[in-house]
């Protein structure tokens, strides 16, 4: 039997997976109402906050479907489907994807069929990596708050600089990865910079958006920042790619 990344059984596993988380976020949300009436809360302003708080994960599923649609290619529906629903973000499950396919030789976007041992390796690599980090939450989080809370008492200012240190170096590993082929331009190769270009029409409307905030005041446009700049950016990847691909 020949392998198929959209295979009936692939969705009735990664279904049946999601329907427990989905059933876990039901009973947990019973219980916090039923305790919530118990504590003697107000219900209309409960109310007021679930509409609230269902409304506004729209936008945020609105990138959620882009990136499920974008490892769809590669991967087929069910993977990202699950990757995406559960733990993982468009840009670590991209990369996950694609670091797992280059070791095998393959080009991400340009995959036209996996066997069941590439696609195996694969949800591994993705799998695997992220769950790094959850691992290390309950071993080393508590000792890095300690930490960094006792530096804040003892010197604010450096406390902060630490902090915004650390998130700098998160977002060069990203960089990284999107300035990797930038040398290319000097063989004559202008590929390099479609990413370059994309990111820069995402960081673009990205400060549209929070300027649209300020003059207008519309504090709910923040849900749809980055939907808004994700959307734009890929849109914007098809003009770019034409012209320099």
């Not at 596993?13 to 947990?28: K, M, T």
């Not at 280059?102 to 195996?120: I, R």
Request: some cysteine.
């Amino acid at each position: 039997m020949d392998f198929s990344v959209n295979s009936p059984i692939l969705f009735v596993l990664v279904g049946l997976i999601i329907l427990a988380v989905l059933g876990q976020s039901v009973f947990f949300l019973v219980k916090a109402l039923r305790r919530a009436k118990e504590l003697g809360m107000d219900q209309k302003k409960l109310r007021h906050t679930m509409r609230s708080a269902a409304m506004f994960t729209v936008a945020p599923a609105v990138a959620i479907v882009i990136s499920v649609m974008t490892l769809s290619k590669d991967l087929g529906l069910p993977l990202p489907w699950l990757r995406l629903s559960v733990v993982g973000s468009m840009s670590y499950e991209t990369i996950a994807a694609t670091n797992a396919e280059s070791a095998m030789g393959l080009v991400f976007g340009q995959v036209t069929s996996l066997t069941a041992q590439q696609y195996v390796t694969i949800a591994w690599v993705m799998t695997l990596s992220i769950m790094v980090g959850i691992w290390l939450v309950p071993v080393l989080a508590k000792r890095l708050q300690s930490g960094m809370d006792l530096m804040e008492k003892r010197d604010k200012k450096w406390g902060d600089t630490f902090q915004n240190a650390l998130f700098i170096g998160m977002i060069s590993a990203f960089l990284g990865y999107v300035f990797c082929d930038f040398s290319t331009i000097f063989v004559g190769d202008t590929s390099g910079l479609i990413p370059v270009c994309v990111m820069a029409v995402s960081a673009l409307l990205m400060v549209l958006t929070a300027l649209g905030m300020k003059v207008t005041g519309w504090k709910w446009l923040s849900e749809y920042a980055l939907p808004i700049s994700l959307l734009g950016g890929m849109a914007a990847a098809i003009p770019i790619t034409a012209w320099l691909g």
